[in-house]
């Protein structure tokens, strides 16, 4: 208002106010506006924890933007972007000659840096940088066109002197996530192999959040690849882009559901990584109980968490995850599914959780899980790992080799 000397009415109304700038910018100028409007999601995202407030930020949103349909004689362009795509019904009930490029795979590259991109525009920065390890922590985004850097990573990393940290998670905690996850009682075995439709990818209602939805509008989850389904539509298959959103999403996890010292995490984790690698299932299991010992007795006694197996399964999930191995969660075989996969470079480990009975590992050998990995010509270890409830920890581990 002040930048184009005009004066507007309804000043205790922002819509109405907003209404009359659009107005009145075009009839002093003679011109058509143009609208950009950044972060348009955000006095909702900042209010996921407390519904009823999402709510009512919600409703005068809804208001203020169909004030772009309402003016429409006097707009040239609008331009919105945000974090989240949320439904028609939600915010943008009226504004129909909106164009959603979110997820048009002619602008997929407008919001990172290609991998020409960074090897044209920051040529100076690069000498002597170990390009693949810039590509492991900080490529990985895909908006259905190349593989993307995220951007602000990129900036922070050559501006600290290439030092290797989590500058974009470190912008915010995503503690409402974590709520969210533990209110689902989400299986997290489930983030290294989600699959959902298109119309769910295409929205997020505030009222029936979606767990993945959320991830992925919120950026740490990215499309890996689209299938085409035979009875029409397509499903996308999502994953965590890159080293920095692994590390630090769980490690956050971790940090929320133990209360040990930085330094007792990374012994635990260091513990676990050389007894997987020099297959010493004494030290796994070692490493295990006093995983679970860390457990604050209120984490069981305040939430879900009690005698809910996916629970187990999720905390050794998260520590081996954090520590870089690649993993399947809930693995498909033809006969049924894997609890977890575990692929090292010199081993192949399958591992089914079970509480309060006592046949994880019979359960592996007779659904004989261990076929669909006999190709890949490595040691595969079955392991089954049983948990008390009462005592709140591991109660058996119990190992097999199968030769090939």
Not at 161 to 188: A, C, D, H, M
Not at 235 to 240: A, C, N, R, S, V
Not at 269 to 276: G, K, R, T
Request: charged share 25%; with cysteine; proline share 2%.
């Amino acid at each position: 208002e002040e930048k184009l000397s005009v004066r507007c009415k309804y000043r205790d109304d922002i819509a109405l106010f907003f209404k009359d700038l659009i107005k009145q910018a075009s009839e002093k100028y003679n011109q058509k506006v143009v609208i950009l409007i950044d972060e348009y999601d955000k006095p909702i995202l900042d209010n996921l924890d407390q519904i009823e407030i999402a709510f009512e930020h919600r409703t005068i949103l809804k208001r203020f933007y169909n004030e772009i349909k309402n003016q429409d004689e006097y707009i040239r362009f609008a331009f919105l972007t945000g974090v989240s795509k949320f439904t028609k019904t939600s915010i943008f009930s009226d504004l129909n000659m909106l164009t959603d490029i979110s997820l048009d795979g002619r602008y997929g590259n407008i919001c990172g840096y290609t991998q020409k991109d960074l090897e044209e525009s920051f040529s100076e920065y690069l000498v002597d940088a170990d390009l693949e390890k810039i590509k492991e922590w900080y490529n990985g985004y895909n908006f259905l066109a190349d593989n993307l850097y995220n951007p602000f990573d990129i900036l922070q990393f050559f501006a600290s002197g290439k030092v290797f940290k989590n500058y974009w998670f470190e912008t915010g905690t995503p503690s409402f996530l974590i709520k969210l996850l533990e209110q689902k009682r989400y299986f997290l075995p489930k983030l290294s192999d989600i699959v959902i439709e298109e119309q769910l990818i295409n929205s997020f209602d505030i009222s029936n959040l979606q767990v993945e939805v959320v991830l992925f509008q919120s950026g740490y989850l990215t499309i890996d690849k689209i299938l085409e389904r035979k009875r029409g539509g397509f499903e996308y298959w999502l994953k965590i882009p890159n080293k920095e959103i692994r590390q630090s999403f769980l490690d956050y996890i971790i940090d929320y559901l133990f209360t040990v010292e930085n330094s007792q995490k990374l012994r635990t984790q260091n513990n676990m990584y050389e007894a997987l690698e020099n297959s010493d299932f004494d030290s796994f299991k070692n490493s295990l109980v006093s995983l679970f010992s860390s457990i604050p007795y209120n984490n069981y006694t305040n939430s879900y968490l009690s005698n809910y197996e996916g629970f187990y399964a999720s905390i050794v999930y998260v520590y081996l995850q954090s520590l870089g191995f690649e993993i399947i969660g809930e693995d498909v075989t033809n006969v049924g599914r894997i609890d977890l996969t575990l692929k090292m470079p010199n081993a192949i480990y399958i591992i089914e959780f079970k509480v309060d009975t006592k046949d994880a590992l019979a359960q592996l050998k007779e659904k004989r899980y261990y076929e669909k990995y006999l190709n890949l010509n490595k040691p595969i270890y079955l392991v089954g790992i049983e948990f008390d409830s009462k005592i709140k920890n591991i109660a058996r581990l119990e190992w097999e080799k199968i030769s090939n």
